[in-house]
């Protein structure tokens, strides 16, 4: 699934980039007129954004199937992934998140739950999707 899930993620990636390149050359076209209508050019943008936002949204609803390719995409450059770290978004990033979520429920059921002991919740007797 991993595999099928970063050509989703690389895919969608593309065709934002593809997509940014159209809306530049947009842009430019629009201001190498000599007189750049400016209604023209918030469309242009607004467009630009629109665009960006459904990158965000596409990215969303892929990371529902594998969320470590939406924080950590595999088809980035060891370059870019340098970047990626220097903003926080290491392997740490995933267990930081995991604690922020299930917040103090979670170090107060850790020793009970390295020592094999559990304690039920309602959320127990829920049939696993």
């Known amino acids: 699934m ?4 970063d050509r989703l993620f690389h895919g969608c990636f593309q065709d934002w980039i593809n997509q940014q390149h159209q809306d530049l050359q947009e842009l430019t076209q ?8 400016s209604d023209h050019l918030r469309r242009l943008i607004h467009k630009s ?16 199937l594998d969320a470590a390719s939406f ?7 060891s370059f870019e992934s340098s970047f990626l770290w220097l903003g926080g978004c290491g392997p740490s990033l995933y267990i930081r998140l995991l604690y922020s979520i299930s917040g103090s429920e979670l170090q107060a059921q850790l ?19």
């Not at 629109?50 to 990371?63: I, T």
């Open 2 to 5: 991993a595999n099928s899930c």
């Open 30 to 37: 629009a201001l190498d007129t000599h007189t750049p209508d």
């Open 49 to 64: 954004n629109q665009h960006f936002q459904d990158y965000n949204a596409a990215r969303v609803e892929l990371s529902k």
């Open 71 to 77: 924080f950590c995409p595999s088809w980035i450059t």
């Open 111 to 129: 020793a009970d739950f390295l020592k094999g002991c559990t304690i039920g919740n309602l959320a127990d007797i829920l049939p696993p999707s």
